[in-house]
């Protein structure tokens, strides 16, 4: 599966930003997908995650009731919709897919596949 992310920009505190990942392939179906995002000087971290059905979701806790992740197997998309942005949340945010069943096992060394990042610019 080949993932293409899109929909970062420069917001302010308290905004809201959807991101998108569309991907490729045919195995899209089988997989989980889910965001990672990183901050300058920091490691890659977890962000959602949301099973091939969409019936099942999981988040950090710094964006658990804040951000909601979907997907569209139709069209083969998966977003990210951030409310309450604040400025930790800024970061390059990348999509990911796994096949990984347990969302917590998640993690930067682990994903099938990455997209290539776009960046949130959350201005206090």
């Known amino acids: 599966v080949q993932l293409q992310a899109s929909g970062g920009g420069l917001v302010q505190a308290g905004d809201s930003r959807r991101l998108t990942c569309v991907a490729s392939g045919r195995a899209f179906f089988t997989y989980g997908m889910g965001w990672f995002r990183q901050a300058p000087g920091k490691e890659r971290e977890f962000v959602a995650a949301i099973s091939w059905s969409g019936g099942s979701t999981y988040y950090a806790v710094s964006v658990a009731g804040r951000f909601t992740i979907s997907r569209n197997n139709a069209n083969i998309t998966v977003y990210l919709h951030m409310n309450n942005l604040q400025p930790e949340d800024t970061a390059v945010y990348y999509c990911?897919?796994?096949?990984?069943?347990?969302?917590?096992?998640?993690?930067?060394?682990?994903?099938?596949?990455w997209g290539q990042g776009t960046q949130v610019t959350v201005s206090s």
């Open positions: 990911a897919a796994s096949q990984l069943q347990v969302f917590r096992d998640w993690t930067r060394f682990n994903m099938d596949a």
